[in-house]
């Protein structure tokens, strides 16, 4: 019953570092997505991916890249971290238009 | 573009007491979710509504399609301390088949025993 994993859990960044925050789903959902939660600004779609060997942007990719590896790993990568990237970052999948379901979110913060 | 405004930001209420929370849109929706984000956790999905109109409940909590379909009500009743966390509705964005959101800002409930 994992549902959707997300590695890290936590992770401190220096300015300019580069990371690669990963997740992966088991419940065999062709969607998947990135968000970031900031205080009072609910969850903004980063980047989406419909199926397997398509990605496309949402509302804030700027500084981010992604990689929908296969249909059960969708990643997303930091190529050099900066302090407004700090938020905690949330992975989902979803089976078409059904509701999404969500990871337990990476807290990342960039000093 | 579209957007989601959820009302109230926060509220703090005693343990036994009712809730109510909602959503609004200057947009048509066709479906509304209501997802619990508990501290530290991911969001989980409460209720999904298919229809205007359609009253859903789920335990303690109800939740309604209005029918113009730009807003939407939850209710819980007889809160409990696991109530506290914070709630979102969200909904699909428009002319999107891949199942694409958009959420509103939440409303943070605090329960004091």
């Known amino acids: 019953n994992a549902g959707v994993t997300q590695t890290p859990k936590f992770q401190v960044l220096k300015t300019g570092q580069s990371m690669t925050l990963q997740c992966a789903q088991d419940m065999n959902h062709n969607s998947m997505y990135w968000y970031r939660q900031d205080p009072g600004m609910g969850l903004r779609l980063i980047y989406y991916s419909a199926s397997e060997g398509t990605t496309d942007k949402g509302e804030v990719p700027n500084g981010y890249n992604v990689s929908r590896l296969n249909k059960r790993e969708f990643s997303l990568r930091l190529e050099s971290a900066a302090p407004s990237q700090t938020s905690v970052y949330f992975c989902?999948?979803?089976?078409?238009?059904?509701?999404?379901?969500f990871g337990d979110g990476t807290r990342l913060s960039i000093l | 573009g579209q957007q989601l405004n959820q009302s109230p930001q926060s509220m703090f209420i005693q343990e036994g007491e009712d809730v109510s929370m909602n959503c609004t849109s200057s947009s048509i929706f066709n479906t509304w979710l209501w997802y619990k984000q508990d501290p530290g956790e991911g969001p989980v999905l409460l209720i999904a509504l298919y229809k205007a109109g359609e009253l859903t409940s789920n335990g303690r909590l109800t939740a309604q399609f209005g029918i113009t379909r730009k807003d939407s009500f939850l209710n819980i009743s007889a809160s409990i301390p696991s109530d506290v966390g914070i709630y979102f509705c969200?909904?699909?964005?428009?002319?999107?088949?891949?199942?694409?959101?958009?959420f509103g800002q939440g409303t943070t409930l605090q329960v004091k025993p």
């Open positions: 969200a909904g699909p964005l428009r002319s999107s088949n891949t199942g694409k959101l958009i």
């Open positions: 989902a999948s979803s089976e078409g238009a059904r509701p999404q379901h």
